[in-house]
């Protein structure tokens, strides 16, 4: 029987087959022949005014068609009729929300990392509500369909990956695993399992190397929302594992940090009032951390904020420019050009942040240090990861020989510096960056690996 496995990644996802009687072999499955490499979808989702919902890269060459560059117009408008229920009375009150009226449709990214999320529970989409469950089983449907269409035949059994941690947060991490159970559940697809992804990557390549008995490798899986790492030792029967560990930062995160400490005072983060030398609240740059909560700008208090800022502070220049970012709707453009940057930064000493449209101007050198300077928390926190699931594992650092990174985050130079420095006796592989989640899957729902 073939066995498949679904790997929902933050950023892209992939499903890979095992087919026993076809030589044991283990393949990707072609999932968007929108992208530059049909085998690695996009994680997104766009639904359009006309309820018409379409993913992958499909899915971000329409929104960025349809809303890059737009008004966006907020009007406040009847949403429903509410009533509340006291213990003496009843009070029935309408209830309105500032939407924005312009909207050709709505993309969603990063949907994985909304589950540990708790106060997302729904969105209202052209007035239809959507469960932060649909939407990720939307996505998941759309995978199995491409999977049943790549293989000509219905997907009734699946093994599916999931982090590590979702959380730090104990009960967040629970509501997570609850919430990622329940998309699969609503996918209808008959028998879902569940496996770590760094567990995956290891099956995946243990099976590929075959490695000697008692190996003992680590697995540095580095992803746009989590860090997942394994230890395991190799046995005769495949692999034995000895922990797991994880964090909840990725490249989403790393995005937010160059944000943070180099793009946002383009934006007027920093500008005081000229009358009564006070800062423009920081509310207000606190939002920029992501293109979804610049969004979140785009409500008339908030922008009123930012239009009397470009009259009355000493950077007009700079506020006019995220009155462009806010009501034209470039976030997310200026999150794919930071984005842009930070993968360049892997492989040069200096990369440019570059955007120019309407009021913004921006044109920002960054070198690898800089770069390096802005994350060296989050590069710290990798690093005791590493020594935490090692010591977990009940290995010393010098026990590990071996460690296999994937996920795209694990190509930037301060983390693969960072687990060269934990684990000084081992030996660095990158192991199909995108992919190898997907076949370990594959691998491991057939026991093989
Ligand atoms: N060469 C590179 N250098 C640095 N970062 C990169 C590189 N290539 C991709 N990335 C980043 O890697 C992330 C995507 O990696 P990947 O597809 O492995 O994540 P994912 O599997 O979707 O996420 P997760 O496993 O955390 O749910 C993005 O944040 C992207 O910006
Ligand atoms: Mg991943």
Redesign the pocket.
């Given at each position: 029987m073939l066995s498949i496995g679904i790997?929902f990644?933050?950023?892209?996802?992939s499903v890979a087959v095992y087919d026993p009687a076809a030589g044991g072999s283990v393949r990707l499955l072609p999932l968007d022949p929108h992208a530059a490499d049909a085998r690695?979808m996009r994680?997104l989702l766009y639904i359009s005014r006309d309820g018409e919902i379409v993913a992958g890269q499909r899915a971000l060459d329409l929104y960025t068609e349809q809303n890059t560059g737009r008004e966006v117009i907020m009007e406040r408008r009847y949403i429903a009729e509410l009533k509340m229920v006291f213990s003496d009375m009843t009070v029935v009150k309408d209830a309105y929300a500032m939407i924005d009226v312009n909207e050709p449709g709505r993309l969603f990214q990063s949907l994985?990392r909304f589950l540990a999320v708790t106060s997302f529970e729904k969105t209202t989409v052209f007035g239809t509500e959507y469960r932060l469950e649909e939407l990720v089983a939307t996505l998941a449907r759309h995978m199995v369909r491409a999977a049943e269409n790549a293989l000509g035949q219905k997907v009734t059994t699946l093994v599916v990956g999931r982090?590590v941690s979702f959380s730090e947060e104990p009960d967040k991490d629970e509501v997570a695993r609850t919430r990622l159970s329940e998309a699969w559940r609503l996918t209808g697809v008959e028998h879902v399992t569940f496996m770590e992804?760094p567990v995956a990557a290891a099956h995946h390549y243990a099976a590929e190397a075959g490695l000697a008995e008692d190996t003992r490798f680590l697995v540095f899986?580095?992803?746009?929302?989590?860090l997942?790492i394994t230890v395991a030792r190799a046995d005769a029967a495949g692999i034995a594992v000895l922990a797991t560990g994880g964090v909840p930062i990725?490249?989403?995160l790393?995005?937010s940090r160059i944000m943070e400490s180099r793009i946002a005072p383009l934006f007027g983060r920093g500008a005081r009032y000229l009358a009564q030398d006070l800062p423009v609240p920081a509310h207000i740059f606190a939002r920029l951390r992501s293109w979804q909560t610049i969004v979140e700008l785009n409500r008339p208090d908030r922008l009123e904020i930012i239009r009397d800022a470009v009259r009355l502070t000493d950077s007009p220049r700079q506020l006019a420019a995220l009155e462009s970012l806010v009501t034209r709707n470039r976030g997310l453009e200026l999150f794919r050009a930071i984005?842009r940057a930070?993968?360049a930064?892997?492989?040069d000493e200096a990369a440019e942040v570059r955007l120019r449209a309407d009021a913004i101007d921006i044109a920002e050198q960054l070198t690898r240090a800089e770069f390096e300077a802005a994350i060296s928390v989050q590069v710290n926190e990798a690093r005791q990861c590493v020594l935490d699931t090692v010591a977990r594992a009940g290995c010393a650092a010098s026990d590990i020989g071996l460690v296999i990174t994937?996920?795209?985050?694990s190509?930037?130079p301060a983390f693969r510096q960072a687990l060269r420095d934990a684990l000084p006796r081992a030996e660095l592989t990158a192991a199909g960056?995108?992919t190898s989640?997907a076949a370990g899957l594959a691998l491991a729902g057939a026991g093989e690996g």
């Open positions: 790997d990644g933050t950023s892209n996802s690695v994680s994985k982090p992804e899986d580095f992803g746009g929302g989590t997942d990725g490249g989403d790393l995005d984005e930070k993968i930064l892997s492989t994937t996920g795209g985050s190509l930037i960056t995108f989640v």
